[in-house]
């Protein structure tokens, strides 16, 4: 965990400027809040800017996918939705997201693919 901390944080940029938690009272919590920020800013925008370049080729493009069809606000619903829902009451695609949350992994994030994507390219 240390080098991936570390390793999030270095190469220039904000992180050089930012004091080191070591030691902090809150240092575990900053850990896990910096780390989660990368994931979120650096992996997820990254890959919808990578995204766009296949959808500006469709008529339909990029914002409009982004606006309707993957909604970042839409997944932070639906986060916040399972996180005030009981867990006794989730249904089987609820409990694999709500597993997944619990354990910080982000695979089930559609990152660089889409149904539509996958439908076109099966049409050829």
């Given amino acids: ?3 991936m901390y570390v390793g999030v944080r270095a190469g220039g940029g904000i992180g050089d400027e930012i004091d080191d938690p ?8 900053r850990i896990v809040f910096d780390i989660t ?10 890959a ?14 990029f914002e409009i996918h982004t606006l309707q069809e993957h909604n970042l606000a839409n997944y ?5 939705y399972l996180i005030n829902k009981d867990e006794t009451e989730h249904t089987g695609q ?10 910080r992994c982000w695979e089930f ?3 660089g ?7 076109e390219d099966q049409l050829g």
């Fill in 48 to 61: 919808i800017i990578q995204g766009s370049e296949y959808f500006d080729t469709v008529p339909h493009g």
């Fill in 94 to 103: 609820e409990s694999y997201v709500w597993k997944m949350y619990q354990e």
């Fill in 76 to 80: 932070l619903f639906f986060l916040m």
């Fill in 22 to 29: 070591a030691g902090d009272e809150f240092e575990v919590e």
């Fill in 113 to 119: 693919d889409c149904f539509r994507k996958q439908y």
């Fill in 37 to 46: 920020f990368f994931f979120f800013v650096i992996v997820i925008l990254l």
């Fill in 1 to 3: 965990m240390f080098h």
């Fill in 109 to 111: 994030f559609p990152v």
